[in-house]
């Protein structure tokens, strides 16, 4: 799975780009200001429909244009057949996704483009709320296992609903039970996929981690939202009162949550910021190692500015990583030259600089 022949319009400072990435791996160097982070929002926008840096359409599209337009075409089975893909967002809200000449939904769009962004808003993996970490968990569910998407949507409806009669105050108890049974029913299924994800995540995050870092072990382990040793019924009988009183539903998958301990540490509290980055980016190269294995494609990595916090020789065991891995990358930073010269015979790199919005291929 790799994007080919990229172009993009009226997105931030790029009015017109044209490039022709390469399958392995893609630097893009050019000063402060210049585009590069708006090329990996593009491709972004081109994989789930939205920028990692606004919510507001109208911050990403250029100013005084009315859409942004993102197109290439990629092959997601890998069977030589690339087809087109593009997203085209308006400043009226208006969004418009097609693939191979169809209309397609934004969970399609999702399906099609896996990817993985490696910024630094990924140190909300570690320092972040909860929320960040299911995300992460459900990234890979999702990827994981067809049934799940249907599974999150069942269970984010009751939940919903359950929270909604919480909040009116007065429920009936034939009701609350007929609710409960569903928010258990789906919140034992989720579970058990999210559960499934993070023992096979765990022996390939431990394989890349040990490769990017050495000296600090580093454990990962899944919190479900309530203690499984006891029935959720139990939990819900036993918390209602106090959920009746806050408005929502203290146990549950709403509540899960991944914890990441170093050296038997909180790894938040426990690390250092080049430590932190490795752990996170080593926690999103094993979703992508998981990925590969499971379905046989390739993940795309948008890495904005790899250099950053890392000291060289940790820099290099990143690249040498990423030049041995499978999937496609976007890698960005400020000086060419902190990053390696040569990536190895074997791999195909692509180099464009960036410059006031526009992007050339230098080798
Ligand atoms: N809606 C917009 N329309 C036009 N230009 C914009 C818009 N939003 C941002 N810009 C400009 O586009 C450029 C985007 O820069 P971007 O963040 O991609 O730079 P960068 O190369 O990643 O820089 P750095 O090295 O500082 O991270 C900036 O110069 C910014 O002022
Ligand atoms: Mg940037």
């Not at 789930?48 to 911050?59: A, D, K, N, P, V």
């Not at 890979?140 to 609903?161: D, M, N, P, T, Y």
């Not at 990017?212 to 382990?221: A, D, H, K, Q, T």
């Amino acid at each position: 799975m790799s994007i080919s022949r990229l172009e993009i319009q009226h997105l931030r400072n790029l009015s017109q780009v044209k490039i022709e990435p390469s399958a392995q791996v893609n630097i893009l160097s050019g000063l402060n200001g210049s585009g590069k982070t708006s090329v990996l929002e593009a491709l972004h926008l081109l994989g789930l429909g939205r920028s990692f840096r606004t919510q507001h359409i109208r911050h990403l599209i250029q100013h005084q244009q009315s859409h942004c337009l993102v197109a290439a075409e990629i092959d997601p089975l890998g069977q030589g057949r690339p087809q087109r893909l593009g997203v085209q967002r308006q400043l009226d809200g208006d969004s418009l996704y097609r693939y191979a000449g169809n209309n397609i939904d934004l969970s399609t769009l999702a399906e099609l483009v896996p990817l993985q962004v490696i910024n630094a808003d990924t140190f909300e993996l570690l320092e972040g709320s909860p929320q960040a970490r299911r995300q992460y968990i459900d990234w890979g569910s999702f990827h994981a296992e067809r049934s799940f998407i249907q599974l999150w949507r069942g269970f984010r409806r009751v939940l919903k609903q359950r929270n909604t009669l919480l909040k009116c105050g007065k429920i009936d108890y034939r009701l609350r039970a007929v609710w409960d049974r569903e928010f258990v029913r789906y919140a034992e299924q989720l579970t058990d996929q999210r559960a499934r994800y993070i023992e096979l995540l765990k022996p390939a995050f431990e394989a890349i981690l040990a490769r990017l870092l050495s000296g600090v072990s580093v454990e990962i382990g899944f919190r479900p939202g309530w203690d499984r040793k006891r029935p959720l019924d139990q939990h819900l009988a036993e918390s209602f009162e106090r959920d009746l009183r806050q408005g929502f539903t203290s146990y549950g998958p709403q509540r899960a949550d991944l914890r990441v301990k170093a050296d038997g540490y909180n790894a938040a509290e426990r690390l250092s910021r080049g430590q932190k980055k490795l752990v996170v980016s080593a926690l999103k190269l094993a979703q992508g190692s998981l990925f590969h294995q499971l379905s046989q494609r390739a993940c795309i990595y948008l890495i904005d500015d790899l250099p950053s916090e890392l000291d060289s020789h940790h820099s290099q065991t990143f690249c040498e990583y990423l030049a041995g891995a499978n999937n496609q990358c976007f890698i960005t930073c400020v000086d060419r030259r902190s990053l390696p010269q040569s990536w190895g015979a074997a791999v195909d790199t692509a180099h464009f600089v960036v410059e006031d919005g526009s992007v050339r291929r230098a080798d």
